[in-house]
């Protein structure tokens, strides 16, 4: 397909409101990898009037395919997309690794690791994943992986002067270690799903979390059957 037989308003006519990833291509060449948590609103933002950044005015530019894949979930489409841009690096995904104010995610090496946003290589002790495109896909990716792990994101120093949990642990987004709600095995569990999908490792976390919830599902099965045998 060439540019001038690309028409972007008739592709995003078509396009599914659910979630996904596109990829977007030009001369063959695979420009950019992005998620959606729906697929038509984030694909037509890249063709509207006004608003957008220089970046994506260039980006935009050079489109002439785009290809979809639709997931189950956001949480799906997060996991895909970090995959297909380790694997594929487009250049509009990476940046150059020599500037120092790129942002990472750091697992830090504590008891109970933090998964905590930080700027530039040197940092404290633990693990650095990145660099990531800007600070906004940093955050969005620690807000989804708070959802879905529940991994502390806190500092160290406000971790240690906890003697209740806090809002973060209210509203689901925290097991809360501070203050003995988890225990260290189910934490390390959930640092450990946590490190391999900052590492891409998408089939296999997908394939632990589908068993950890089977065994969920069937333990409280056998929990409501022995109720109802009480009865």
Do not use: W
């Not at 980006?59 to 970090?82: F, G, H, M, N, P």
């Amino acid at each position: 397909m060439t540019h001038s037989e690309f028409d972007p308003k008739h592709f995003v006519s078509n396009l599914t409101t659910r979630p996904g990833v596109y990829r977007m291509y030009g001369k063959g060449q695979l420009l950019y990898v992005g998620k959606a948590k729906n697929l038509k609103n984030r694909v037509s933002s890249y063709f509207r009037a006004t608003g957008l950044t220089t970046k994506t005015m260039a980006l935009v530019s050079r489109i002439d395919d785009i290809e979809i894949a639709v997931t189950k979930s956001e949480t799906e489409a997060l996991l895909l997309e970090q995959t297909l841009i380790k694997q594929h690096r487009p250049p509009y995904n990476i940046l150059l690794r020599d500037d120092k104010s790129y942002p990472y995610i750091l697992l830090s090496d504590h008891h109970h690791p933090a998964l905590l946003f930080r700027r530039g290589t040197k940092s404290d002790s633990g693990k650095l994943y990145g660099p990531f495109p800007s600070g906004s896909a940093v955050r969005e990716s620690l807000s989804t992986m708070q959802k879905v792990f529940k991994v502390r994101q806190c500092e160290d120093g406000t971790y240690s002067n906890r003697s209740r949990p806090c809002l973060q642990y209210q509203i689901k987004r925290c097991s809360g270690p501070c203050v003995g709600l988890i225990s260290d095995d189910q934490y390390a569990d959930d640092v450990r799903h946590a490190r391999m999908f900052l590492e891409g490792k998408s089939q296999q976390l997908t394939g632990n979390i589908s068993e950890k919830m089977k065994s969920a599902a069937l333990a409280m099965s056998l929990s409501e059957q022995q109720n109802c045998v009480i009865k």
